[in-house]
């Protein structure tokens, strides 16, 4: 008897079974497994979704508020709110290149507990700082100091924070489940930052200030959630399973003589940027990703201002947090589908689906288009974003996951440093506020749709260069030897 035909006849499956119902089963079978094999995950893995998910929520719901925060408690202009912004997002990033690798050496467990309780604090100052009475309305302010330092401590805890969870779930997982892995771990972050949705009424009863209050109360629910979940036994029962190892040779030795200089010629020729194919690749992807800085710098606030005394403009929060529950649903099956699919052909077709829906923001504010555009985005970011960042990952040396996660975020740094410089001055040029303007975002999104479709052209103008043979290098710790 063959495991092929569990009825114990020796013979072959029937000739003239219907080739689609065949196909079908096969096609349902590959993309059922990835996800029966993620179920099976260790408990260590899901404390991990678990934390993301309520890191997601907060993060993304006071980001969503910053630069309205800084305008209504700052007394900020447009213009400077948005580089107030700017420090957090770029700061988290620019954290990642040097707080990157410390759970490579920390270890998981104790990085993501103190990386939330920096960014506990930080939050705190942020809640406390508009009751405090201090003098505001410039950057440099009493009000701006404490809440800048209170952005600081968020930056320095998030610049660990993240690249730590991509190190558990390369850890916590096998090659049969890292891609879809990873994939989750993107759409639960994402759907904690859906959340902030149902946050209209706090916010209109208790202001920002109060959001913020109920935001750093839900980040001492995420660490005791890891204190209880990701405990010392759960790691060590999940790290037991096979993970993936990068199939690298090793480099010559330093010589005794000259070994810091040689150490430090070895070490930037090992550097990822040091590959110009991975280079030219990430920052060909930096046009799109302004999109992603657009949610937080430009989108509440155009939403808000352009619907002003609508349904929509009332409760921004919905629309802008749209996106975030679309990737959530769309990232594992995107991943599962595409699970055969090699990664740069991904790129260009996710960031040219993403960055053309912006063209229907410039036709006007208008609800459909609104729609159009943030559901076309959604499907080229869950396209592309989570295979990157997978790639991203699997690329490094075993023990330096950490510290290429944060490399890889490198051009997302400078995107950050440079969409703050400009997004206050297209607000108040092309969407100020009402009683203050006359609002004509046409041309604003023209420009910035242009923009954005760079990525594609330039990925499909390189592809005969830049997509050969680009594609994963890690192979499954028992290949190795082979």
């Given at each position: 008897?063959?495991?092929a035909n569990p009825r114990g006849s020796d013979r072959e499956p029937s000739p003239d079974r219907n080739p689609l119902v065949a196909a079908g089963q096969k096609a349902f079978q590959e993309i059922t497994q990835p996800f029966i094999g993620l179920f099976q995950a260790p408990q260590a893995l899901w404390a991990v979704y678990l934390s993301t998910l309520l890191e997601g929520f907060v993060y993304f719901g006071m980001l969503t508020y910053l630069a309205m925060y800084f305008n209504q408690y700052g007394g900020l202009t447009d213009l400077h709110a948005?580089?107030?912004?700017?420090?957090?997002?770029?700061?988290?990033?620019?954290?990642?290149?040097?707080f990157g690798g410390r759970t490579d050496r920390w270890g998981l467990r104790l990085t993501i507990l103190l990386s939330l309780i920096l960014m506990f604090l930080g939050r705190v100052l942020l809640a406390l700082a508009p009751g405090l009475g201090l003098t505001a309305g410039a950057l440099l302010s009493p009000f701006g100091a404490v809440a800048l330092a209170g952005?600081?401590?968020?930056?320095?805890?998030?610049?660990?924070?993240?690249?730590?969870?991509y190190?558990?779930?390369?850890?916590?997982?096998?090659?049969?489940?890292?891609?879809?892995?990873?994939?989750?771990?993107?759409?639960?972050?994402?759907?904690?930052?859906?959340?902030?949705?149902?946050?209209?009424?706090?916010?209109?009863?208790?202001?920002?200030r109060g959001a913020y209050t109920f935001y750093a109360a839900a980040t001492i629910v995420g660490f005791a959630a890891c204190c209880l979940l990701l405990t010392r036994r759960a790691v060590a029962a999940a790290s037991s399973a096979p993970v993936l190892v990068p199939a690298v040779q090793e480099g010559p030795k330093a010589p005794v003589t000259g070994r810091f200089l040689a150490s430090t010629r070895l070490w930037l020729r090992n550097h990822p940027l040091a590959d110009p194919k991975f280079a030219s690749f990430i920052f060909f992807l930096i046009p799109v990703q302004t999109l992603f800085a657009y949610n937080w710098l430009v989108l509440p606030q155009y939403v808000n201002r352009a619907f002003a005394g609508t349904w929509v403009g009332a409760r921004f929060e919905a629309a802008t947090s749209l996106n975030c529950l679309l990737i959530?649903?769309?990232?594992?099956?995107?991943?599962?589908?595409?699970?055969?699919?090699?990664v740069y052909p991904m790129m260009i077709l996710g960031t040219a689906i993403m960055g053309a829906p912006t063209f229907f923001l410039a036709l006007g504010p208008t609800v459909p288009g609104l729609l159009a555009f943030i559901v076309g985005m959604t499907v080229g970011e869950a396209i592309w974003?989570?295979?990157f960042l997978q790639y991203a990952?699997?690329?490094?040396?075993?023990?330096?996951?950490?510290?290429?996660?944060g490399v890889a975020q490198f051009p997302w740094f400078l995107t950050k440093m440079l969409v703050p410089l400009y997004s206050g001055a297209a607000l108040a040029r092309w969407?100020?506020?009402?009683?203050?303007?006359?609002i004509n975002t046409a041309p604003m999104w023209l420009i910035f749709g242009g923009v954005a479709m760079l990525s594609s052209i330039l990925l499909t103008l390189a592809k005969g260069w830049l997509g050969k043979d680009f594609r994963t290098v890690c192979l499954p710790v028992q290949d190795q030897a082979s």
């Open positions: 008897m063959t495991e948005g580089w107030m912004v700017g420090v957090l997002t770029s700061g988290i990033t620019l954290s990642m290149l040097f952005i600081l401590l968020v930056v320095l805890g998030y610049g660990m924070y993240q690249p730590a969870g190190a558990a779930v390369r850890q916590f997982t096998t090659p049969a489940t890292a891609n879809m892995g990873f994939a989750m771990l993107y759409a639960v972050m994402n759907l904690g930052a859906w959340l902030p949705t149902f946050m209209s009424p706090i916010r209109q009863r208790f202001e920002i959530f649903l769309l990232c594992p099956v995107v991943a599962a589908l595409t699970v055969r699919t090699k974003q989570p295979r990952a699997e690329i490094a040396p075993a023990g330096r996951t950490g510290a290429y996660m969407c100020p506020d009402p009683a203050k303007g006359t």
